[in-house]
């Protein structure tokens, strides 16, 4: 048992120590989609939204509250070009739903789970034999 902790301690050492380094070419950022409307044209935002609009589970979803999404790309392309950045602009400002907490959650769970039967803690009574 003693040594499954150590080679868990080492594992978990070694990549948290490793985190920090981070190649000198290898920069990255996330592009919001301000940004990305500030410098795409109404075209290239037109066509993002429309794609948008393409996904299996957005055509679902309304289609389960009456929207028809052929009315909606006819609506997408009746728009001038400014309300087309501003409705790509402000899709980040829009609530995603609750979704984000169940994941949550359920890492949390997880790794309490994983920490109690490696022996770390004491929390869940059913991963300990009797």
Do not use: W
Request: no cysteine; aromatic share 4%.
């Amino acid at each position: 048992m003693k040594t499954t902790h150590r080679i868990v301690s080492v594992v978990l050492a070694a990549s948290i120590g490793s985190t920090g380094f981070v190649p000198r070419g290898a920069h990255a950022a996330l592009i919001g989609t301000e940004q990305l409307a500030a410098n795409a044209g109404p075209k290239e935002v037109r066509g993002a939204l429309l794609a948008a609009l393409a996904r299996d589970d957005l055509r679902r979803a309304l289609a389960e509250r009456g929207v028809a999404p052929e009315r909606l790309a006819a609506r997408i392309a009746a728009l001038t070009d400014d309300e087309a950045v501003q409705l790509a602009a402000r899709i980040d400002d829009a609530p995603a739903g609750a979704g984000d907490v169940i994941g949550y959650a359920v890492v949390v769970f997880a790794v309490l789970l994983a920490s109690d039967i490696l022996g770390f803690t004491r929390i869940f009574p059913f991963t300990r034999m009797p």
